[in-house]
């Protein structure tokens, strides 16, 4: 890229940001780059929050998995399963579906895993963040997205198959 195509892409970027920070700004949480290197934006606190607090709900289109496998973003899915061992998925890539804690960011790293401050749970059916100790204002959130998130599609359909010939 150009130097002046550089600084237009920035101005962009910039723009972005701050039209991104004014729509998910919230009491006590504010959007912003991430610490984690190309990572995107994250989400920090605005004050001290104590262990075992409930952060937010995760927010998002509900859909089924014939939906979800048409939607080539999956970058903001989280499945919830039901009692009944039916589920459904939480896309939480529509904005306007959406609330900050699609921003959250997970720990991927043997040296993120340290700064993991969030957890997620379930609540009929409804997911949410909870602060696993004490985070100080101006941290970032940092959630364990589960096991299976970070592995390529292919590495996806490979454990699949492994867990239908019952591993
Ligand atoms: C639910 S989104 C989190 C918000 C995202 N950072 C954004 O700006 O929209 C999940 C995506 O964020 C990025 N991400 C989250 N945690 C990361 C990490 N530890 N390292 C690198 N990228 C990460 C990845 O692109 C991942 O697919």
């Known amino acids: 890229m150009s130097d002046s195509g550089h600084s237009k892409h920035n101005k962009t970027k910039r723009k972005e940001l ?17 610490t984690i290197k190309q990572a995107g934006y994250g989400v ?3 004050r001290d929050i104590p262990a075992k607090t409930r952060v937010d709900e995760y927010v998002g289109e509900i859909i089924d998995d014939e939906e979800g496998a048409k939607r080539q973003d999956k970058t903001y899915f989280f499945r919830v399963m039901h009692k009944d061992g039916t589920s459904h998925i939480i896309d939480a890539l529509p904005h306007e579906h959406s609330n900050i804690m699609k921003f959250v960011n997970g720990v991927k790293t043997a040296q993120q895993r340290k700064r993991q401050n969030c957890e997620a749970y379930q609540r009929n059916n409804k997911i949410y963040y909870r602060t696993i100790r004490d985070v100080k204002a101006g941290e970032e959130l940092l959630v364990d997205y589960g096991p299976t998130y970070w592995l390529k ?3 996806l359909e ?4 492994l867990m239908m010939d019952g591993l």
């Open 18 to 34: 701050q039209e991104l920070k004014k729509m998910f700004d919230t009491k006590k949480y504010y959007l912003d780059r991430s």
């Open 158 to 161: 490979q454990l699949q198959l």
């Open 44 to 46: 920090f606190c605005k």
């Open 153 to 155: 599609p292919e590495e």
